[in-house]
Structures are given as structure tokens and as C-alpha cells.
């Protein structure tokens, strides 16, 4: 079976006033049709920057390497080549619902705009077939929405707007940017439990990004764990709770409290800081917090090795 | 919507009358009159006038007779211009001003904000450079000096368009006069949007249009443009107040028979009723502007809407 | 402070248009003081052998002469000079009033503070230029009339943004210790507030002056400003006009060199800001 997303070697590079900073560093991966895909890691790890350049959003940034979408190349392809994909066959959703629709627009315009576009239906089809996809979505009164602008719908019902959107042209692949950080807490449950329903029916591949492994952990059929720019654990989600390789991964899984362990007097953390934007990166980027850490982890970079459901980039990894 | 627009106009019209008083009494505290300047009459031929113009009666009558004739579109007698009522040579003149006025400042819209969109889309190439140059000419450069430019090279030199003169419906007589007028609040127009725009496309909601596959020009026009329009709406009343103020110069120096030469004609000959219903006329298109800049705000942006 | 305004310096340096404008404002400062030592033509002799003659640099006339036989380039730097001192003198005029009206109402704040914002708002809707229609139809021309609307040019923007700044600053911790150690109102004024708004004074100043001399230009051209025999560049492009076909120099020579002066000043000030990296409050 075909990848949906292929991966090579993508990297993506900011000019800075200091010199040039690797946003991501010759990442590589696959998501197969309808597989979930869990991208886990801190801010600064390059996690969303990787999926922009996926979806040709990285704005100034300089991107090398080849990113193929049901064996079409995305990187280099003309605009018109791109905007046939994203948006109806390749969608993103973003992490801040609040700013991420069009204030000025009603909800019906800027889903039914998605469909005009890509499935040449006429506006008063599309707005039908907007609302009933605002049902899907679980958006009580999808009609009355519809007429509404995106200031008078709560944060978790933009969010399930924005889930919509991307779900309308029935797309092969969804990137869900965080896309619950910004809501509360039982709406973030609710927004899962959508995304779960979704993946359900539709058979869509789905790439969910998040800080959080909690809630990566319910959905995803695999993690992918990146540090500074790189990928530095693949492997099934079962495993990767069981049995971490990376010691990164195992500081992860230290971090979250456990509701069945021992009760703890403190939290445990990881210490130290994440390399910053610019720092320079010769060996391991995780070395300097790394309780494993020897010399040859700070003079020779550890490649991302093993089979394509479990891999790991570390010199020592733990078993 | 409406009650908003209802509750604009109501306090414009108060706005208007302070507006109007003011001008009234300001000027008939003003030492000397209106035949001053005439040779020296005897007094009582000067007596008969001022009666005949109703100047020797109390100010406050002569205000509400004023007010009264106002309300019936009558603005008086021109005391220059003998055979005249000012309300017949505005008559004369506010076509051709308005229509001068309203061709430059549709210019300077339609053709700033495109530019400024261009500018901002390639923002930092040269073209943007090139553009936001000329926009700086445009600014600091004052209509009464471009406009003898521009008719010094078309006309003179080149002879492709007339220099001066009106014809009603030439609008080759008023190619070079629109420009001219509309050149600096097009560029500061231009300025504008391209800040604006650079702002705007950077927002969230414009990466989400992106992200959906829409066509730039999509991108641009349905979600970009009026988010990236509210300073430009801001700027509408300055620029249409210099606008009024460069068509003084531009109406005099291309020869067109606007109402422009009346404010100045009017201050140096002290032709009361002139000025007066000049500062009525202008104070009229200001205040109207900003009304229809307030609906213009509830448009690009609904969430004002609500909030009323 | 001496570290900022060598970052702004630096900055200045680093844009090559402003640098440019700066050198063209400074030779046409030192033109128009210099001039009448290179060509000793009078701005009032009347040469009746030369009338209306085309410039050039063989004869007596470099610039040409007007319809009276006037020579043009020294009525141009004339003309010049007086648009520049009209310029500089009514800049510091609004400087001074827009920077007291501005401090005072941000220090004071509140009531005070509205009530002369209002007056600035509404004073801001009217085109300066009926404001000084009125006067002429109430005291009739005149050069002072010219200074006093001269002089209000400018000092709206000046009030706003120093109001907006001592706003900010009076928020400030030093601000509260002085007041709590007796200071008075104006020496906490003069002394605190006035030496942090001095960045954005300049800057707005230096874009002042074009405005001044742009208005000052625009009044002489319609006749509401300096009167004959004087010469500003106002009434030697409206003398030019009239005579646009027959005599272009007429027009051109004061015209290139007010649209010059405008352009440079508005460069250099856009550059200033730039480097002092101001924003209207």
C-alpha cells in the first residue's frame, strides 16, 4: 500500500540575524492511509514548522528535501498543483480557533467557499452540504451557524468548525495542529472523542500534533516523538508507552502523572531547556540532559535506525 | 444596522448647526463690512444698503432670518457679486467641484489600494521600493505644483491633453486636474494599505484561507481586503478635506468654473453670505463623509455591528 | 540615552535616501545663504533689457527674469530663504505649543485630560485651511494673520503624541517617588517627562517643517500670504503659471526647487522615524 505521506530527508531553515536556524533537520516519515500518526514534542521542537512546510505554509522559510502526497511531489510544485490538494485532499487544522477564521465572513461562507473551490459545487449546494457536515460535527442548530459570524460561536465550536472544514472534501490526510491546547478541558475531551468518531467513518489518515501525550495516547496508532528538529523515537503507540527507547521519550513518560502509581510529593520535570533557535547542533541535541549521556553522544550524531514501526536515534538507547 | 445609522445622523445634524452659528456670529463680529471696500460712499447711501441687505437690524433677528432662509435652500445674496444670489452661483459651481472631487478621490481609492496590495505582496522586492518611492513624490509634492508639471509636459510639450479650459463632458480637460488632485491622498492611500495589508496577511485566519487551497487572488480579495481597508476608512475625511482644499488651486489654475474661487474670492472681498455658505457646503460634504465612514466601519468589520 | 541615539544614528547612516535628502537639504540651506555672493542680482531691480529672458549660465541672468525683469535666481533663493525661516520658525512655534498642551494634558489627566482632547479632536476635523479663510474675511489680509495660521499647522499631531507619551510615563515608579518628595507639577514636568518625549518631538518636527512650508507655499499661491514685493515660493509658482507657456522657467525653477525642498524634508523626517523607530501613539 502506498504511503499517503512520504516523508524525505525535509528540512527547514529560517535566516536569522545571527546566522541560519534549522527549524527541522532532515526529518523523514511515513503515515499510511488511515493511520494516526501522534507527533509529540516541546515547543521549539519543530513539530508544526514540519507540517507547514508539508502543507507549503512555511512562509520565508527555505525548505529542502521531498515531501510526497499520494505519490505526487509537494515541494517545487506549481500554486495551482498545491491548492488542487490542500484544502480538499490535504488539510491542516490550526491550534488557536479563536483567531483562525475569518472575523468578517459568516461560517456558512468560508465552509461553502471550501467546497465551490475544489468540488465545483454552486454555493447553494455547498451551503447545504455544509450544514450537514456542521452536523456531523455535532454543532447543535447547524442552520442558525451557518448565518452567524465566527465572533458569536464559542472557542470549542469554532474548533469544531474548523474540523469541518478540513473533513468536507473528504481528505485523505488531516493535520491536527494542537488542536485542543487552547480549550478547556472538557471540550478538549470532546474534541478527541470527534476526532476519534472521524477517523471511524471516514477512513482518514490522521497526523495529531501535541505537546501532550495524554492526549496523543487515546488516538494514536503510532508516536513519533522529535527533539530539536529531529525524530528521535518512532514506534507503536502501545510500545512506545511500555517500553520507551529514547531516554528523551522516557523523561516524557516520567512527566505524566499516573492516576494508578504511587502518590508523589512532587512533579517530577525534565531539567534543563530545549536548544534554543540557533544554537549549534554538532552530535546529539539531547545530550547535555540526558542521564545516559557519554562522549560519543556529543561528538557524533545519532541516525534514526531500525524497523519502519520502531525506530529510535540514540546511541544508547534503553531496552 | 439602521437605528446605528439613525443615531450618527442625529448627531451630525447638531454638529452642522453649531457649525453654522458659529460661522454667523464669528464673522459679524468682525470689524468693518461688507462695504468697506467699495470707494468711499456717502452715509447714507451706505445706510440705504446695509438696510436693503438687512444689516441694521439686531444680530439675533438677522441670525434667525439667516436660519430660516437656510432651511429653504436659500443662502442669501452675494454682496460681491450684485446680480447674484449665492445660492445660484453654487448652483453654478458645485457640479464641476463635485464632480472633480469625486473622480479624484474614486482615483486615488482604486488605484491606492491595488497599488499598496501589490506593494505589500512583494514586500521587499524592488517593485515594492519602486512603488513606495513614488509614493513619498506623491506625498510631499503639492498639487499646485504638479498640476503646472503635468500640464507643462502633456500640454505644452507633448500636446497629447489640453492644459486649461472646461467644456461640460470633456473629460480630456479634466484628466490632468483629477490627477493632479488625487496624487497625494492616492499615495497615502497606497502607504496605508501596503502597512496594512503587510499586517493583515500575517494573522491566523489568513493562513487558514491559504491552508484550504484557495487562489491568492481568493486570499486577498475575500479575506484580506477589508480587515486591511479600516485604516484606509479612517483616512477617508482627511482625504476628502484635502481633496477641497487642493481643488482651491487645481479649479484655479486649469480654468474650471468650480465653486473653489467663491471661498477665496469671498474671504478677500468679504462677501459674507459667500463664505458663509461656502463654510456651510464644505462643513455638509465633511460631516457627510464621516457619516457614510461610520456605516463604512460597520461594514468591514461585523463585530462592530453587534456592539451597538 | 547616548546608547540609543547612537543605535538611531547608526541606523540613519545605514539608509542611503535619507543621507541623500539630508546633503540636497543642506546645499539649498547653504545655496540660498551663499547665493547672492556668487551672483549679485537683486531680487527688486528691474532689468528692462532682459524681460522674461530664458535662463542661462553666459548672461547676467542664470535663472532668466520675470515678466518685470526681475532676476529669478535671486528671487528664487529669496523665495527660499523665506519659505525655510517661515518653515524653521513656525516648526519651533508649534513645537513649543504642542509640546506644553500635550504634556500638561497627559500629566494632568482625567477631566482635564478629555475635555483637551475634545478641543483637539475637533479642531483636528477642520481643514486649516477655512480657519484661515475666516480670519481673512474677518481682519482682511495680512503677514501676521499668515504667521498665527502658520503656526497651527502642526501642533495637533505634536499635542497627541506627547499627550500619549506622558500618559505613559506618568504610570511610571519615579514619577510617583517624585511627587511623593514634594516636587511640583511643572518641575516634574520639565524635568522628567519633557527629556523622554524628546525622540518622538524630533521626528515629528522634522516632518512639521515640509507641512509648514507646504501650507505657507499654498496660502502665497493663492494670494492669502506673503504680499508683493516679497517673494515666496508660493507666489513665483503662481506668477509662473500665469506665464507657463510663454516662459517656462518661470514656473519650473521655483517650482523644482519648493518640490525638491518638500521631497528631501519628508525623506530625511520618514528615515528619522525610521531610525528613532517612532510610532503615533
Same mark, same amino acid.
Given at each position: 500500500?502506498?504511503?499517503?505521506?512520504?516523508?524525505?530527508?525535509?528540512?527547514?531553515?529560517?535566516?536569522?540575524?545571527?546566522?541560519?536556524?534549522?527549524?527541522?533537520?532532515?526529518?523523514?516519515?511515513?503515515?499510511?492511509?488511515?493511520?494516526?500518526?501522534?507527533?509529540?514534542?516541546?515547543?521549539?521542537? @519543530?513539530?508544526?514548522?514540519?507540517?507547514?512546510?508539508?502543507?507549503?505554509?512555511?512562509?520565508?522559510?527555505?525548505?529542502?528535501?521531498?515531501?510526497?502526497?499520494?505519490?505526487?511531489?509537494?515541494?517545487?510544485?506549481?500554486?495551482?498543483?498545491?491548492?488542487?490538494?490542500?484544502?480538499?485532499?490535504?488539510?491542516?487544522?490550526?491550534?488557536?480557533?479563536?483567531?483562525?477564521?475569518?472575523?468578517?465572513?459568516?461560517?456558512?461562507? /468560508?465552509?461553502?467557499?471550501?467546497?465551490?473551490?475544489?468540488?465545483?459545487?454552486?454555493?447553494?449546494?455547498?451551503?447545504?452540504?455544509?450544514?450537514?457536515?456542521?452536523?456531523?460535527?455535532?454543532?447543535?442548530?447547524?442552520?442558525?451557524?451557518?448565518?452567524?459570524?465566527?465572533?458569536?460561536?464559542?472557542?470549542?465550536?469554532? /474548533?469544531?468548525?474548523?474540523?469541518?472544514?478540513?473533513?468536507?472534501?473528504?481528505?485523505?490526510?488531516?493535520?491536527?495542529?494542537?488542536?485542543?491546547?487552547?480549550?478547556?478541558?472538557?471540550?478538549?475531551?470532546?474534541?478527541?472523542?470527534?476526532?476519534?468518531?472521524?477517523?471511524?467513518?471516514?477512513?482518514?489518515?490522521?497526523?495529531?500534533?501535541?505537546?501532550?501525550?495524554?492526549?496523543?495516547?487515546?488516538?494514536?496508532?503510532?508516536?513519533?516523538?522529535?527533539?530539536?528538529?529531529?525524530?528521535?523515537?518512532?514506534?507503536?503507540?502501545?510500545?512506545?508507552?511500555?517500553?520507551?527507547?529514547?531516554?528523551?521519550?522516557?523523561?516524557?513518560? !516520567?512527566?505524566?502523572?499516573?492516576?494508578?502509581?504511587?502518590?508523589?510529593?512532587?512533579?517530577?520535570?525534565?531539567?534543563?531547556?530545549?536548544?534554543?533557535?540557533?544554537?549549534?547542533?554538532?552530535?546529539?541535541? %539531547?545530550?547535555?540532559?540526558?542521564?545516559?549521556?557519554?562522549?560519543?553522544?556529543?561528538?557524533?550524531?545519532?541516525?534514526?535506525?531500525?524497523?519502519?514501526?520502531?525506530?529510535?536515534?540514540?546511541?544508547?538507547?534503553?531496552? | 444596522?439602521?437605528?446605528?445609522?439613525?443615531?450618527?445622523?442625529?448627531?451630525?445634524?447638531?454638529?452642522?448647526?453649531?457649525?453654522?452659528?458659529?460661522?454667523?456670529?464669528?464673522?459679524?463680529?468682525?470689524?468693518?463690512?461688507?462695504?468697506?471696500?467699495?470707494?468711499?460712499?456717502?452715509?447714507?447711501?451706505?445706510?440705504?444698503?446695509?438696510?436693503?441687505?438687512?444689516?441694521?437690524?439686531?444680530?439675533?433677528?438677522?441670525?434667525?432670518?439667516?436660519? !430660516?432662509?437656510?432651511?429653504?435652500?436659500?443662502?442669501?445674496?452675494?454682496?460681491?457679486?450684485?446680480?447674484?444670489?449665492?445660492?445660484?452661483?453654487?448652483?453654478?459651481?458645485?457640479?464641476?467641484?463635485?464632480?472633480?472631487?469625486?473622480?479624484?478621490?474614486?482615483?486615488?481609492?482604486?488605484?491606492?489600494?491595488?497599488?499598496?496590495?501589490?506593494?505589500?505582496?512583494?514586500?521587499?522586492?524592488?517593485?515594492?521600493?519602486?512603488?513606495?518611492?513614488?509614493?513619498?513624490?506623491?506625498?510631499?509634492?503639492?498639487?499646485?505644483?504638479?498640476?503646472?508639471?503635468?500640464?507643462?509636459?502633456? @500640454?505644452?510639450?507633448?500636446?497629447?491633453?489640453?492644459?486649461?479650459?472646461?467644456?461640460?463632458?470633456?473629460?480630456?480637460?479634466?484628466?490632468?486636474?483629477?490627477?493632479?488632485?488625487?496624487?497625494?491622498?492616492?499615495?497615502?492611500?497606497?502607504?496605508?494599505?501596503?502597512?496594512?495589508?503587510?499586517?493583515?496577511?500575517?494573522?491566523?485566519?489568513?493562513?487558514?484561507?491559504?491552508?484550504?487551497?484557495?487562489?491568492?487572488?481568493?486570499?486577498?480579495?475575500?479575506?484580506?481586503?477589508?480587515?486591511?481597508?479600516?485604516?484606509?476608512?479612517?483616512?477617508?475625511?482627511?482625504?476628502?478635506?484635502?481633496?477641497?482644499?487642493?481643488?482651491?488651486?487645481?479649479?484655479?489654475?486649469?480654468?474650471?468654473?468650480?465653486?473653489?474661487?467663491?471661498?477665496?474670492?469671498?474671504?478677500?472681498?468679504?462677501?459674507?453670505?459667500?463664505?458663509?455658505?461656502?463654510?456651510?457646503?464644505?462643513?455638509?460634504?465633511?460631516?457627510?463623509?464621516?457619516?457614510?465612514?461610520?456605516?463604512?466601519?460597520?461594514?468591514?468589520?461585523?463585530?462592530?455591528?453587534?456592539?451597538? | 540615552?547616548?546608547? %540609543?541615539?547612537?543605535?538611531?544614528?547608526?541606523?540613519?547612516?545605514?539608509?542611503?535616501?535619507?543621507?541623500?535628502?539630508?546633503?540636497?537639504?543642506?546645499?539649498?540651506?547653504?545655496?540660498?545663504?551663499?547665493?547672492?555672493?556668487?551672483?549679485?542680482?537683486?531680487?527688486?531691480?528691474?532689468?528692462?533689457?532682459?524681460?522674461?529672458?530664458?535662463?542661462?549660465?553666459?548672461?547676467?541672468?542664470? %535663472?532668466?527674469?520675470?515678466?518685470?525683469?526681475?532676476?529669478?535666481?535671486?528671487?528664487?533663493?529669496?523665495?527660499?530663504?523665506?519659505?525655510?525661516?517661515?518653515?524653521?520658525?513656525?516648526?519651533?512655534?508649534?513645537?513649543?505649543?504642542?509640546?506644553?498642551?500635550?504634556?500638561?494634558?497627559?500629566?494632568?489627566?482625567?477631566?482635564?485630560?478629555?475635555?483637551?482632547?475634545?478641543?483637539?479632536?475637533?479642531?483636528?476635523?477642520?481643514?486649516?485651511?477655512?480657519?484661515?479663510?475666516?480670519?481673512?474675511?474677518?481682519?482682511?489680509?495680512?503677514?501676521?494673520?499668515?504667521?498665527?495660521?502658520?503656526?497651527?499647522?502642526?501642533?495637533?499631531?505634536?499635542?497627541?503624541?506627547?499627550?500619549?507619551?506622558?500618559?505613559?510615563?506618568?504610570?511610571?515608579?519615579?514619577?510617583?517617588?517624585?511627587?511623593?518628595?514634594?516636587?511640583?507639577?511643572?518641575?516634574?514636568?520639565?524635568?522628567?517627562?519633557?527629556?523622554?518625549?524628546?525622540?518622538?518631538?524630533?521626528?515629528?518636527?522634522?516632518?512639521?517643517?515640509?507641512?509648514?512650508?507646504?501650507?505657507?507655499?499654498?496660502?502665497?499661491?493663492?494670494?492669502?500670504?506673503?504680499?508683493?514685493?516679497?517673494?515666496?515660493?508660493?507666489?513665483?509658482?503662481?506668477?509662473?503659471?500665469?506665464?507657463?507657456?510663454?516662459?517656462?522657467?518661470?514656473?519650473?525653477?521655483?517650482?523644482? %526647487?519648493?518640490?525638491?525642498?518638500?521631497?528631501?524634508?519628508?525623506?530625511?523626517?520618514?528615515?528619522?522615524?525610521?531610525?528613532?523607530?517612532?510610532?503615533?501613539?
Amino acid at each position: 500500500m502506498p504511503a499517503t505521506l512520504c516523508i524525505d530527508e525535509l528540512s527547514v531553515s529560517f535566516a536569522h540575524r545571527t546566522g541560519t536556524v534549522e527549524a527541522v533537520d532532515g526529518v523523514s516519515l511515513r503515515i499510511g492511509p488511515a493511520e494516526c500518526v501522534g507527533v509529540v514534542g516541546e515547543s521549539g521542537s @519543530g513539530k508544526t514548522q514540519l507540517f507547514l512546510a508539508v502543507m507549503g505554509l512555511a512562509g520565508n522559510a527555505r525548505v529542502r528535501g521531498s515531501v510526497r502526497f499520494e505519490g505526487k511531489e509537494l515541494l517545487g510544485a506549481t500554486a495551482p498543483a498545491i491548492n488542487r490538494v490542500r484544502g480538499s485532499k490535504l488539510t491542516m487544522i490550526f491550534q488557536d480557533p479563536m483567531t483562525s477564521l475569518t472575523p468578517h465572513l459568516r461560517i456558512g461562507t /468560508q465552509l461553502a467557499e471550501v467546497l465551490v473551490c475544489h468540488s465545483g459545487l454552486s454555493w447553494a449546494e455547498a451551503r447545504d452540504v455544509a450544514g450537514r457536515m456542521l452536523e456531523r460535527v455535532r454543532i447543535p442548530e447547524p442552520q442558525r451557524r451557518l448565518g452567524q459570524y465566527p465572533h458569536e460561536l464559542s472557542g470549542g465550536m469554532r /474548533q469544531r468548525v474548523m474540523l469541518a472544514m478540513s473533513l468536507l472534501c473528504g481528505p485523505a490526510l488531516v493535520i491536527a495542529d494542537e488542536p485542543t491546547t487552547a480549550l478547556d478541558v472538557t471540550i478538549q475531551a470532546q474534541i478527541i472523542e470527534l476526532l476519534r468518531a472521524m477517523r471511524g467513518e471516514a477512513g482518514t489518515a490522521l497526523a495529531l500534533i501535541s505537546h501532550d501525550l495524554a492526549v496523543v495516547a487515546g488516538l494514536a496508532d503510532r508516536i513519533l516523538v522529535m527533539y530539536a528538529g529531529r525524530i528521535v523515537e518512532n514506534a507503536v503507540a502501545a510500545e512506545l508507552f511500555r517500553q520507551p527507547r529514547h531516554p528523551y521519550t522516557a523523561e516524557l513518560l !516520567k512527566c505524566v502523572p499516573s492516576l494508578s502509581g504511587p502518590r508523589l510529593a512532587r512533579l517530577p520535570t525534565l531539567a534543563g531547556q530545549p536548544p534554543q533557535p540557533g544554537d549549534a547542533l554538532q552530535a546529539c541535541p %539531547f545530550a547535555p540532559r540526558c542521564p545516559r549521556a557519554a562522549d560519543r553522544c556529543r561528538t557524533e550524531r545519532p541516525l534514526l535506525t531500525g524497523a519502519s514501526t520502531s525506530q529510535v536515534a540514540c546511541h544508547f538507547p534503553l531496552s | 444596522m439602521t437605528r446605528y445609522f439613525f443615531t450618527r445622523l442625529a448627531g451630525a445634524i447638531p454638529t452642522l448647526l453649531i457649525i453654522v452659528t458659529l460661522s454667523f456670529f464669528l464673522m459679524r463680529a468682525a470689524p468693518g463690512g461688507p462695504f468697506d471696500q467699495e470707494q468711499t460712499l456717502p452715509p447714507e447711501i451706505v445706510a440705504n444698503l446695509e438696510s436693503a441687505y438687512g444689516l441694521d437690524q439686531p444680530v439675533w433677528v438677522q441670525y434667525g432670518r439667516y436660519l !430660516k432662509a437656510l432651511l429653504h435652500g436659500d443662502f442669501g445674496p452675494s454682496f460681491k457679486y450684485k446680480d447674484f444670489t449665492v445660492t445660484e452661483l453654487i448652483g453654478q459651481g458645485f457640479p464641476i467641484t463635485l464632480q472633480l472631487g469625486l473622480m479624484a478621490m474614486a482615483l486615488a481609492l482604486f488605484a491606492g489600494v491595488p497599488l499598496g496590495t501589490f506593494a505589500a505582496l512583494h514586500h521587499n522586492s524592488a517593485a515594492d521600493y519602486a512603488t513606495m518611492s513614488l509614493a513619498v513624490v506623491g506625498i510631499a509634492i503639492p498639487a499646485f505644483v504638479v498640476l503646472p508639471f503635468l500640464g507643462l509636459l502633456f @500640454g505644452v510639450y507633448l500636446h497629447w491633453l489640453p492644459v486649461a479650459g472646461w467644456e461640460p463632458g470633456s473629460l480630456r480637460q479634466l484628466a490632468l486636474p483629477v490627477l493632479a488632485l488625487a496624487l497625494p491622498p492616492l499615495a497615502y492611500i497606497a502607504r496605508l494599505t501596503r502597512g496594512s495589508m503587510l499586517e493583515v496577511l500575517r494573522s491566523h485566519y489568513i493562513r487558514t484561507a491559504f491552508a484550504k487551497g484557495l487562489p491568492l487572488r481568493t486570499v486577498i480579495v475575500r479575506h484580506a481586503l477589508r480587515p486591511a481597508l479600516t485604516p484606509v476608512a479612517s483616512y477617508l475625511v482627511p482625504a476628502v478635506a484635502a481633496i477641497l482644499t487642493g481643488s482651491l488651486v487645481v479649479e484655479s489654475i486649469a480654468g474650471l468654473p468650480g465653486i473653489g474661487r467663491y471661498l477665496v474670492q469671498g474671504a478677500v472681498n468679504r462677501d459674507y453670505t459667500l463664505v458663509l455658505g461656502m463654510v456651510i457646503i464644505y462643513s455638509t460634504l465633511l460631516i457627510g463623509m464621516g457619516l457614510i465612514v461610520d456605516l463604512l466601519y460597520a461594514w468591514l468589520d461585523p463585530r462592530v455591528r453587534l456592539a451597538e | 540615552m547616548r546608547g %540609543f541615539a547612537g543605535d538611531a544614528i547608526r541606523r540613519l547612516r545605514a539608509n542611503p535616501a535619507a543621507v541623500l535628502a539630508l546633503g540636497v537639504i543642506c546645499t539649498v540651506v547653504v545655496a540660498t545663504l551663499l547665493g547672492p555672493w556668487l551672483n549679485p542680482n537683486n531680487t527688486e531691480t528691474l532689468d528692462w533689457l532682459h524681460v522674461a529672458a530664458r535662463p542661462g549660465l553666459q548672461n547676467a541672468h542664470w %535663472f532668466g527674469t520675470d515678466r518685470l525683469g526681475r532676476d529669478l535666481y535671486a528671487r528664487t533663493l529669496a523665495g527660499t530663504r523665506v519659505s525655510i525661516a517661515i518653515g524653521l520658525v513656525a516648526s519651533i512655534l508649534s513645537i513649543l505649543v504642542g509640546v506644553s498642551y500635550g504634556a500638561i494634558s497627559g500629566y494632568l489627566g482625567g477631566r482635564t485630560d478629555q475635555a483637551m482632547m475634545r478641543i483637539i479632536e475637533i479642531l483636528s476635523g477642520l481643514p486649516l485651511i477655512f480657519f484661515v479663510i475666516f480670519l481673512t474675511v474677518i481682519f482682511g489680509r495680512s503677514e501676521s494673520l499668515l504667521f498665527i495660521s502658520i503656526g497651527a499647522v502642526g501642533w495637533l499631531t505634536m499635542a497627541r503624541i506627547v499627550r500619549g507619551q506622558t500618559l505613559s510615563i506618568r504610570q511610571q515608579d519615579y514619577i510617583a517617588a517624585a511627587v511623593a518628595s514634594g516636587a511640583s507639577s511643572s518641575r516634574i514636568i520639565a524635568r522628567h517627562v519633557v527629556p523622554n518625549v524628546i525622540g518622538p518631538v524630533i521626528v515629528y518636527a522634522t516632518l512639521t517643517v515640509p507641512q509648514i512650508i507646504l501650507f505657507e507655499s499654498f496660502l502665497s499661491f493663492l494670494g492669502l500670504g506673503i504680499q508683493e514685493p516679497g517673494a515666496s515660493l508660493g507666489t513665483l509658482i503662481a506668477e509662473g503659471v500665469g506665464e507657463m507657456e510663454a516662459a517656462p522657467w518661470m514656473l519650473l525653477v521655483p517650482g523644482s %526647487f519648493l518640490a525638491v525642498l518638500l521631497l528631501c524634508l519628508n525623506i530625511f523626517g520618514d528615515g528619522l522615524r525610521d531610525a528613532l523607530d517612532v510610532r503615533e501613539g
